[in-house]
């Protein structure tokens, strides 16, 4: 069974801060997604990172594989209160687990103005 | 594009009802869509992985004949809680996969209430 570990849990910062958000395995990943869900919607696909040691920015948010492609890790700049949200890392896999998602338990962020 | 829906949105239903909740995807075919349960401020827990054409397959500890899956058209998945309980009370997902990186795109969810 492939394990994400996603951390922090909980994350309560101001405005204006910075932050980042890490999941890790122990496991190889084909590919890894990173979403954010508001309350009552589901999640939306902000990235998805392919290539070993691949960096991504997507304005104030910046993602990175790591070179194993086993990690992942968000790091937001200047967080803003419209950031507040459950962020989730999915890892992908192929063979019997093809198309199927690995989840993180989830990071809460609450950006407070 | 990679848009997909959810019907309905919320839903109450007495305890011992079916309740249907249909996925869609609205601007392109999926052969493989996904059904997740999710409780508050919680990550999304996997049920099935619905196959167009064939039978779903279940996670472990999923009942297959109380959450029932059916995909007979490439947009379109539907889950069935059978018999429902106040138990069976949860956010539902559904997604979606298409794009070459096994990207997954999510429906709204459902809301389901069972009294």
């Known amino acids: 069974t492939q394990l994400l570990e996603q951390s922090p849990q909980f994350l309560s910062i101001q405005e204006g801060e910075n932050l980042t958000v890490y999941c890790n395995s122990s496991s190889v990943f084909s590919s890894l997604q990173w979403y954010r869900q508001e309350p009552g919607e589901g999640p939306v696909l902000l990235v998805t990172v392919v290539t070993g040691g691949e960096v991504k920015k997507l304005k104030r948010l910046t993602f990175q594989f790591g070179d194993a492609r086993k990690d992942s890790s968000l790091h937001i700049t200047a967080a803003q209160p419209g950031d507040t949200g459950l962020y989730l890392c999915?890892?992908?896999?192929?063979?019997?687990?093809?198309?199927?998602?690995?989840f993180g338990q989830g990071t809460i962020l609450t950006v407070h103005p | 594009g990679a848009v997909v829906s959810q019907h309905p949105s919320w839903v109450i239903c007495k305890s011992g009802t079916s309740v249907k909740i249909e996925c869609r995807s609205l601007?392109?075919?999926?052969?493989?869509m996904f059904w997740y349960r999710q409780f508050p401020k919680q990550s999304l827990m996997l049920m099935a992985t619905s196959n167009e054409g064939s039978k779903a397959t279940y996670e472990q500890g999923v009942e297959k004949d109380k959450f029932l899956i059916n995909h007979a058209s490439l947009t379109l998945s539907t889950l069935t809680v059978t018999s429902a309980h106040p138990e069976d009370s949860s956010f539902y997902i559904c997604?979606?996969?298409?794009?070459?990186?096994?990207?997954?795109?999510f429906g709204p969810g459902t809301r389901l209430t069972v009294l």
């Open positions: 997604s979606a996969r298409h794009g070459g990186f096994n990207e997954q795109f």
């Open positions: 601007d392109f075919q999926a052969t493989t």
């Open positions: 999915a890892g992908a896999s192929g063979g019997t687990s093809y198309g199927k998602l690995t």
